[in-house]
């Protein structure tokens, strides 16, 4: 337990943040749990999780209607919603913890832009392609084209950065901007393209939205978010090391590049599979670790699996407001995001200007 001076000069006791985090991840998982649960239960149709469990108990047959509703589009759409949530929040503390600035996001890399890009491709040149690869792909097109643009994106920026085994931050950093640009001024030309259903169809998937979600979908993201996810929680000490800079870093044991390439690596693999099954959704990477700074510190061991639950919670939460506003239609996510985010990101701003004298 550390002690802090109060202003009359009398020790108080300061609470160890270590007890902190664990009160705040016992918090989260049950805040996880809540909106898992509300989410299941909340759309246009009466269908719920209550519904559903007491014709469990009871013994009576689901009806066809609430079957579809429940196991077909809501738990698909939670599922998504959790991984994509998850994916995007570990991705913003990893690019922040990297490059060693609270104003990191995932899309600094270039990894969002190169998937829409893929994305918009497909929308719009899907139709030339041969018959056969339509069919195999089936209504997946989109989503392995944003996928790939993602990882072609990721793997020039990789290239770029890269000389005589060593990854430059700040070169990284740099030629994401230019990757990023280059990106929006092809999908621009792609853009001028369009027909009208396909400005329409590009308008609401940049807006990011889980309304497509699917079991393939789901199964298809899953595995390359889960692993992503996974091989973050074994670079904490490594961030933890980045934060007082690279040759501290390497001076305490760290393998400052092979770290380096596990974290773009892991970023490019979640952002890439979250930008591909549910589009453009901006400010969970940014305001999700600031939130957290706040209250459990910056010990990314704590950081990265908070992140992953707080992130997963709020894009539900998102979802629900999305489906609820203008029902029985829906608001793009993405609005919904901006609308949270925004005043959030600028009261955390303002906090640090206060604290801080920037």
Request: aromatic residues 4%; positive net charge.
């Amino acid at each position: 337990m550390t002690l802090a001076l109060d202003h009359l000069g009398a020790e108080t006791p300061k609470p160890d943040r270590r007890v902190t985090a664990r009160r705040v991840t016992l918090t989260l998982l049950v805040l996880l749990g809540l909106t898992s649960g509300a989410s299941v239960s909340v759309g246009a149709s009466d269908a719920s999780l209550n519904t559903a469990v007491i014709d469990l108990i009871t013994g009576r047959s689901m009806s066809d209607l609430n079957r579809i509703v429940l196991w077909d589009i809501r738990l698909p759409r939670l599922s998504m919603g959790i991984l994509v949530g998850a994916a995007l929040a570990v991705s913003g503390v990893v690019m922040q913890g990297l490059f060693r600035n609270p104003l990191a996001d995932p899309g600094i890399v270039g990894v969002s832009a190169g998937a829409g890009l893929g994305a918009i491709s497909a929308i719009i040149l899907g139709g030339y392609l041969p018959t056969s690869i339509m069919a195999w792909t089936g209504n997946g097109l989109v989503a392995i084209a944003a996928f790939l643009g993602g990882w072609v994106s990721v793997l020039i920026l990789y290239r770029v950065s890269t000389r005589l085994g060593q990854t430059s931050v700040a070169t990284m950093l740099l030629a994401g901007i230019a990757l990023g640009a280059l990106s929006g001024a092809a999908s621009g030309v792609l853009v001028y393209m369009a027909d009208d259903q396909q400005l329409r169809d590009l308008t609401f998937w940049g807006m990011g939205s889980l309304a497509g979600a699917t079991w393939g979908k789901v199964a298809s993201a899953a595995p390359i978010i889960l692993i992503a996810l996974a091989s973050t929680q074994f670079l904490a000490r490594a961030l933890n090391g980045l934060a007082m800079g690279e040759a501290v870093a390497h001076h305490m044991g760290i393998p400052v590049q092979r770290s380096k390439n596990v974290a773009i690596l892991a970023v490019a693999g979640a952002t890439g599979a979250a930008v591909a099954v549910s589009g453009g959704i901006g400010f969970i990477g940014i305001v999700v670790p600031h939130l957290l700074r706040l209250t459990t510190g910056p010990d990314h061991h704590r950081l990265l699996m908070n992140s992953a639950l707080l992130g997963a919670s709020l894009l539900l939460c998102a979802d629900m407001i999305s489906r609820i506003v203008v029902t029985p239609a829906e608001l793009p996510i993405g609005i919904v995001t901006a609308i949270l985010g925004a005043p959030v990101f600028l009261w955390i701003l303002l906090r640090r200007h206060g604290t801080m004298g920037m």
